[in-house]
């Protein structure tokens, strides 16, 4: 486990879970249960549940967006406490401290944190539990700890045939005091941790039981459609709120802090009554804002001195040699979560009951704004123990479900209107009003001489997701080109973090969704101007990084670099660290009237001790998808202040007869953990960019390629 | 007054002609496994059988629907999951998030039961209208060879 996250992941990360909570849908995990008399009377700690049947409730605090953690939450603890997989079920834990990540003291799921923070505490939890049960048994038999072991739920006393299962155990069990330290097993003898074991949330997703928040009804609950002032920043000035009444089934129109709200018996009554509002906006100072403008003002820092990031050797000195330059342009990207932005509230006079598809349930400190326990707490004006948060399924996350406009609107309608209302946008809200990937532009300068790199100069101009501090730049502009892995001996790297008017968030992998884009295609540019093949050239340069050469190596390898392919097809490599795993691909690629067509993708991961390598795979493939969804076809473009695209006929996603054949190669490691959820992201982009340069001659710099 | 005849039951429903099916679905009746993705069809979370084609619900008006078509939807498949191709989609581990996955199981059981041994060019163009953001697409084609009984 490691203890040295960034400061930006200590703002997207957090562990969390609850004490057992039932919520009033079905998050679809649980196999059947029996039908006896049940009771659950061993609940050692927040993390697990163990019935008199021996079926065991693990309690996951993190944010199910797909990346598969109502799985391997339970794994970790299922592998302590030794129990059967298909004894094993999982729900959803409240917004609580007992699920707070200790090192961050927020509640909330990102930056591909989980199985990195929670290896040691998920399986300790499981090990307390299964001491408990073995002192329960020992008493019962009278005789030594020393004398039972445990097996499949069952703890057995050796030497003899007598066992005792942990439903058996139960109440004893939870008359024991939890002990103070435990001793975890030898990883040579895990029976589910590094198991491909089935997700637990794949039967109810299957058959449309899987509670989702756009899912979530409640009596008496009304549905709200927001108008929303489409340039970023504006806001509404006149409307008619006669002719939203008018609309059958319209209820209430409200102002919001978001703008107006038509609030109804249900969705389409909703929208109708806000397409009759007509409103007049207040666009403010951001009207005249546009791709272009952003594009020169961008252009414009590249050449100018930023903060210092880096510097080794001479730094931007000029070296003896041949020199590329280059400048690679990347523009904003939207989310799109196929489930759009949504939230339930029931504001009352004293307690606030929310549900919602997030990723960010608390935040006592208030450091970062307030989770969402905190926010109903002040909009409902209550205090935070007089809110229950319930965390329904996500329809993919990526980042986006940190950020909680949606669940304010929520809030805010409910308080306005005394009933429980759902806010539910369209798919146009959802790609008009998100906070965006950043747009960026990055310029290098490099030498090379004797076949070698000799300077790397760098400099990026992007928007920062959060500030940076006084004087510095936002982590996340700069992540991977900071600390791109190559022997160069004279680098020099700076930064730009300009305001440009467009909301910014959190998107699947964050700075290295671009960075690595930017780096890995300038270093095959000095590769090219070297007349070194880019596998071997990257390879000779990675000495200090054995991680990355070892994935490099392969992913070439397992791609057959070098090997003939079809005419016309071109292969393309990249590599790139990220949420401390270290991914390569090798892209194989052909073009067809100017548009590529990737055939295969080679994925090599060293992500340190694997929990899962089925989900591990499932990442990876998904990682893939979203990168080259947006090296192909992503862009939001900005005129007049607001975003143009609006829904998936402008805002093109990749679909089956696009999909190449992925490949994952884990390579085994017990090096320190990283995350998978986002770092199959970053070198996918690279990869098929370098793969057309070298079919075609083409260097393509500016994204998305299908323009 | 609209008359329905919905996974073999009639269902009679009060809404405005002009409501698109997914929401008196989803709202009205309570039926939330179709999902709203993009409400222009574009994106396939809403498919429905509508006698026995896969249709986007999101778009398709009550009041042109009349109570001897028969609308199948996710919850018609099967209760627990053991329909073929719900079968499939698990031994594929093919869901992430989920989302899209009535949608797509349900245009695959489209193509399945005109076409029981699709090729990959089947595949695509059956499937091309479904949009999955978590990239399970690869799985989705291996899940569907394997409710065929195709060698694939």
Redesign the interface.
Known sequence: MTSTFSRREFLVTGISAGAGLTIAMQLGCSPAGPSGPVTTPFVPNAFLKVSTDGSVTVVCGFS?????VLTAVPQLVAEELDVEWSKVSVEQSPAGEAYFNPAFGIQGTGGSSMVRGSWTQLREAGAKARAMLVTAAAARWGVSIDECRTEAGNVMRRGSRDRLSYGDLAEEAASLPVPETVTLKDPADFLILGKAV??L???D????????G??V?VPGML?AVVARCPVFGGKAARWDEAAALAV??VRHVVTITSGVAVVAD????ARKGRDALAVQWDEGSNAAQSSARISAELASLVRRKGIEVRREGAGSAAQAGTTVEAVYEVPFLAH?????MNATAHVEADHVTFWGPIQFQSDPGGAFGGGAREMAARIGGVSTDQVTVHTT??????GRRFFLDFAAEALECSKATGTPVKV?W??EDDVQHDFYRPASMAWFRGTVADGTPVSWVNRVACPAILPGPPGGLDDSSVEGLANFPYRIPNVLVEGHNPALGVPTGFWRSVGSSQNAFFSECFIDELAAAAGKDPFEFRRDLLDNAPRHKRVLETAAERAGWGTPLPEGRARGIAVAESFGSYVAQVAEVSMNDGVPRVHRVVVAIDCGPIVNP?IIA?QM??????GL?AALYGKIAIEGGRAVQA???TYQ?????E?P??EVHIVPSTDAQGGVGEPGTPPIAPAVVNAIAALTGERIRRLPIVS | MTTLRINGQTHTVD??E???LL?VL???L???????????A??G?CTVHLDGEAVRSCILAVGGLTEDMEIR???G?????SHPV?QA??EE??????????GQ?MSAVALLEKNGNPSDSD??AA??G????????????RAIHKASGGAR
């Open positions: 199910e967006m797909g990346q598969g089935p997700r949330d794949v039967p997703k299957v058959t449309g039981k899987a509670g989702f756009i899912d009804q549905v059958p089934g249900g969705y389409w009554a799109a979560c196929m489930e759009p399924m996500l329809g993919g996350g990526f539910v369209s798919r089925d499932a493939e998904s990682g893939v998808v979203f969804t829904n998936f006929d996603m990749l679909r089956v007869q999909m054949v992925v | 809404v405005p002009d409501t698109p929401w989803r709202e009205t309570g039926m939330t496994g179709t999902k709203f993705g993009c409400g222009m574009l994106c979370a939807t996710i919850e498949l099967s209760d627990d999951g719900q989609w698990i581990q093919v869901p992430q998030c989920g989302y899209c996955q009535s199981i595949i695509d499937m091309a479904n949009i999955c953001r978590c990239g399970t697409y690869q799985r989705i084609r």
